[in-house]
């Protein structure tokens, strides 16, 4: 439950907490009435559902509603599809709020980061809870630029339900084509809504089309838009025939009016209203077989019999198995079409106990959780989130956790419910926790009871035929499907100020690599620099920022460089051996390995055996060779960079006795760096999708420019005014473009970039680049 995820720490002010465990209802109505509420600066915020006045709820549905009534679910779209101005809507319509925050102005409720304000982005994800119309509703505002594409993966993981918002001139986009299958990937059921209907240029039939052709989805259309672009004023619900006219003089959106199509006053709009549904009854008859008995038998001749209740319930059926995704309009910067697309979220979007978790099984209403996102509060220290997925937490108890393989406490459990903190005495399955206390879990983790329970669910899944890892212990089957994090793209040094602040960076660093995995920091094992690994010029700037505003550290960043991979393009055999005498102890190995370029990409080297090697060789000896092959796989001859796509094969291995782990570690890590000396060796580059969207007078000087940056055009598309360039172009090519795109185009192009793989450069760049680095880098 997560209301102010954000926990409105802008100025680490504490936000207060009332504790209401064991307070019968008349206290808690008094306390809430005495509390201050802390506020941010310029918003007016509702009191807390359920507890206005009299009208006093059941005090556990306001915390732990029936698992029916809960609905977890995300907002994901293209960067500037209008994400955050939806969310904002969404909670003033609720209740949640008192004023329409904007994104402009720079006062919405979930981009609080001053980052976030100042660029007028989402940079992390938010989360809010609401009532609305009795369901709880946890609510997920995710980041659209792709420079932050792993705080959607790992929201999405924990949801049950997505709303993807696209800008309707516009249809589908190249981060939407991300975001959408990020969620195929996790099976989440979705809805699309196709916001900024008010725009000129939008267009109702393209987006939908874009939705059919490029995601490959089945769109079933429940509204039709009433006018488009400026003359846009309402939207015809299919389902039940009726219309929704939004009053112009109303300044919010609240007030609207819902009529029935007649025959007299709306005959042409009654007709194709009609046609729409019947269209939409038979899409759906296809799709859902006890809907198609429905209605071949009872409502065959006549469909404008068919009850209204029963297309909802096919649809949600339809939803849930992710064969087709209902269609909304509106604009919610002009506060339409916002109710109803909160009345389609609580009925189509499925509750936690519809979603189908093969693991839940094996936990037998055991704890099982999953940490997915992890924040610093100056006050409390760490506060991480937990999706529940059976089983109950509570305060002061311990928990474990799987992957970290160690036992922690809970100290404190909140529901940031409305404008504060609430401490509550527990929370069940199918509801998002936030604890505090919890030291060492971090995102991806999987929490358990106590490690009893995570063994007898082991055994329970080893049982049923369920393992699909190999076994280094039981507790690993367990683990949920954690994050996938993308390795960094861009790495430049960064210095602390003196000397005497580098254990404040040291700490500023970990505290952000645990909010954000995607953030990787590294040792220069020859300057003895701190090395920065991220995702995109933006994502390095952010965090530059937030060490600055955050950690109160000026920092200074060296220049951005691209992380290349290296890898070899020929058979090689080498032989070493290492002898050592240590004291009275002599350490002696001799090592013979054959290195090859891998068949197929692989990041990690490939190692194998040769027969006369696996047999009885220890355990540790294995260890200690995989270790070694690793450590002379991090930096390549050519660059220092990472080699990938290299098979290794072990023909001898001669070991005296006594001779150490460590030894063996470092004969085969040097074995294997003289193989890649000898080998010929070649550079990858990454290789970016680029998509860049023009007005057509601009579109040569645009394509010229790529053709400079080595640029590969794939196709060009047309989108009512403008060209869409889709191609391929180094990323070493690409940066600071943003800059020179602005230029060429007086601002009116935007382009969007993400990674597409590593290939190989050609012998005259590569050879440019070599003399380049000759200064930094021996040239071997």
């Known amino acids: 439950m997560l209301s102010n995820l954000r926990k409105f720490g802008v100025n680490n002010k504490k936000i207060p907490i009332l504790n209401i465990n064991n307070m019968p209802c008349s206290k808690i109505r008094a306390s809430l009435k005495r509390l201050k509420l802390y506020v941010l600066p310029g918003r007016n915020y509702s009191s807390l559902p359920g507890l206005v006045g009299n009208d006093i709820k059941s005090l556990h549905s306001i915390i732990s509603p029936p698992i029916a009534k809960i609905r977890n679910i995300g907002i994901m779209a293209h960067i500037d599809a209008g994400k955050t101005t939806t969310t904002e809507r969404i909670l003033y319509y609720s209740g949640y709020t008192r004023s329409l925050g904007d994104v402009d102005d720079g006062d919405t409720v979930t981009d609080f980061m001053a980052q976030e304000r100042e660029r007028g982005i989402t940079i992390q994800s938010a989360a809010v809870t609401f009532d609305w119309k009795g369901y709880r509703v946890n609510l997920i505002d995710t980041p659209g630029h792709v420079d932050f594409t792993l705080e959607v993966e790992r929201c999405l993981r924990v949801l049950d339900g997505a709303v993807a918002v696209f800008d309707a001139s516009a249809g589908v986009e190249a981060q939407t084509l991300t975001v959408w299958r990020q969620a195929d990937k996790h099976k989440v059921p979705r809805i699309c809504f196709l916001n900024k209907m008010d725009k000129t240029g939008a267009s109702f039939k393209y987006a939908v089309e874009s939705i059919r052709e490029k995601l490959k989805a089945k769109p079933l259309l429940l509204q039709l838009p009433l006018g488009e672009g400026k003359a846009f004023e309402g939207v015809v619900d299919v389902v039940s025939k009726e219309k929704l006219v939004w009053n112009r003089k109303s300044e919010d959106g609240k007030d609207f009016e819902r009529k029935p199509l007649l025959e007299m ?10 046609e729409a549904r019947n269209a939409l009854i038979e899409q759906v008859a296809d799709l859902d077989d006890e809907f198609a008995d429905l209605v071949l038998g009872e409502f065959s001749e006549n469909f404008d019999l068919l009850p209204a209740e029963k297309l909802q319930t096919a649809i949600h059926r339809v939803t849930l198995a992710q064969t087709a995704v209902p269609v909304l309009c509106g604009s919610a910067l002009k506060n339409k079409g916002v109710q109803p697309l909160l009345d389609a979220i609580t009925m189509y979007l499925p509750s936690p106990e519809e979603r189908n978790y093969e693991f839940l099984q094996w936990y037998k209403g055991d704890l099982c959780a999953l940490s997915f996102k992890v924040l610093h509060d100056k006050q409390r220290g760490p506060l991480v989130f937990m999706r ?32 504060q903190h609430i401490e509550i005495p527990s929370l069940t399955a199918g509801n998002i926790a936030l604890t505090v206390g919890l030291k060492h879990t971090a995102t991806g983790d999987t929490i358990a009871s106590s490690k009893s329970s995570a063994l007898a669910a082991a055994r329970r899944a080893e049982r049923e035929g369920e393992k699909k890892h190999r076994q280094n212990s039981e507790a690993e089957r367990l683990l949920l499907a954690g994050v996938e994090i993308p390795e960094p793209v861009f790495f430049c040094t960064i210095e602390p100020p003196s000397v005497a602040k580098q254990p404040d960076l040291d700490y500023a660093l970990k505290c952000l690599q645990r909010e954000d995995p995607s953030l990787k920091v590294k040792l220069d094992p020859d300057s003895g620099q701190t090395i920065l690994c991220g995702m995109g010029e933006l994502h390095i700037e952010i965090i530059h920022d937030r060490i600055k505003r955050e950690y109160g550290l000026e920092t200074y960043l060296g220049p951005l460089q691209v992380a290349y991979r290296e890898t070899i393009l020929n058979v090689v055999h080498a032989t070493d051996t290492l002898d050592r005498t240590l004291g009275d102890k002599r350490h002696l190995v001799t090592v013979e390995l054959e290195v ?9 080297p490939v190692l194998k055996y040769a027969g006369c090697v696996s047999e009885d060789l220890p355990e540790a000896s294995q260890e200690a060779i995989e270790n070694g092959i690793h450590s002379a796989c991090l930096q390549g001859p050519l660059l220092g960079s990472p080699i990938q796509d290299v098979a290794i094969t072990l023909h001898s291995l001669i070991i005296h006795p006594g001779t150490s782990t460590t030894m063996i570690s470092a004969c085969v890590s040097r074995c294997v760096q003289k193989a890649l000396k000898k080998a010929d060796k070649q550079v990858l580059e990454p290789l970016m999708n680029l998509e860049v969207t023009v007005p057509g007078d601009y579109l040569s000087p645009v394509l010229a420019d790529l ?9 060009i598309q047309t989108r009512q005014e403008n060209k869409i360039v889709i191609g391929f172009v180094p990323l070493a090519e690409i940066m600071g473009y943003s800059t020179v795109l602005r230029t060429l185009t007086s601002g009116s192009a935007t382009f969007a970039l993400e990674l597409s793989n590593y290939q190989a450069m050609n012998p005259q760049d590569q050879s440019i680049l070599l003399s380049r680095r000759s200064g930094l880098t021996q040239v071997l």
């Open 596 to 604: 090859k370029p891998n068949e197929t990409c692989c990041v990690t």
């Open 265 to 274: 006053s709306d005959a042409k709009l009654l007709k194709e209203t009609t």
């Open 388 to 419: 529940i997925y059976s089983g109950t937490i509570k305060p002061q108890s311990a928990i474990y956790n799987i992957n970290g393989n160690c036992t922690e406490r809970i100290s404190r459990l909140l529901l940031p419910f409305a404008d």
């Open 707 to 715: 053709a400079q940056r080595r640029g590969t055009i794939q196709e």
